[in-house]
């Protein structure tokens, strides 16, 4: 069975640095492209940017970019989101999923993860 | 950017009731890459219909999609109580964008 976990809620200060995570199960972690959606309260949808575990490629929209570092840990069928100074406005739930095609960088997204909630308040 | 824009914003039907749902883009998607997701309270969104029409797996095939070019629909021919929700699509053919959703709740 194919399972996206991510990390639990968190709660920072602005200026704070973080990292939520996102552990694949069930499936082979380095062949299909792992996506990052933002979420803030009561809005729509937003693509953040994907990850290729298998080689590390990384592509950001560029409303992220420069904002958000994503990574994976393919030893740990892991990918991350970071953020090296959190401001409040990144209050949002943050989702992965996985690319429903193996090994394409365009396609839509058939398992996600529960969704971690990041709150960044003073 | 292509910009995917969505409407009604909100729609109210009652269950056994037909719902249409629309989303336009500002330039044609090339490859016939969009899809449809539905996303319920406290909930992340669920993959419903890919490349314009072909369903997910496990998708009842009361959902239906739609469509070419710049404008595509998502059909639910008999609303079923479990499908009052927000409707979302995507296109993933130039970069990627979400349209801003379509509120479906109970009449």
């Known amino acids: 069975e194919v399972q996206l976990v991510q990390s639990g809620a968190e709660v920072k200060k602005p200026g704070e640095s973080l990292e939520i995570s996102c552990e694949a199960s069930?499936?082979?972690?380095?062949?299909?492209?792992i996506v990052w959606v933002r979420q803030m309260p009561g809005k729509g949808l937003e693509w953040m940017g994907i990850i290729y575990p298998g080689d590390s490629d990384t592509r950001y929209s560029p409303s992220f970019r420069g904002q958000v570092t994503i990574s994976a840990d393919k030893s740990i069928s892991t990918a991350y989101l970071q953020w090296s100074s959190l401001k409040a406005s990144d209050t949002a739930i943050y989702y992965c999923a996985r690319h429903r095609k193996p090994g394409y960088s365009s396609s839509s997204a058939d398992y996600w993860g529960q969704g971690t909630l990041v709150t960044v308040s003073s | 950017e292509i910009v995917l824009t969505q409407s009604p914003g909100t729609l109210s039907l009652s269950p056994g009731e037909r719902a249409t749902l629309s989303c336009r883009a500002s330039?044609?998607?090339?490859?016939?890459?969009l899809a449809w997701y539905q996303q319920k309270p406290g909930q992340p969104p669920r993959l419903l219909i890919y490349g314009v029409s072909s369903r997910a797996a496990g998708i009842p095939d009361r959902f239906s999609g739609s469509g070419s070019g710049t404008d595509f629909t998502l059909t639910i021919s008999r609303l079923e109580p479990e499908d009052f929700a927000v409707y979302y699509c995507?296109?993933?053919?130039?970069?990627?964008?979400f349209g801003g959703g379509t509120n479906m709740e109970i009449k």
């Open positions: 069930g499936y082979s972690f380095t062949t299909y492209w």
């Open positions: 995507q296109q993933y053919g130039s970069s990627v964008t």
């Open positions: 330039q044609s998607i090339s490859s016939s890459y």
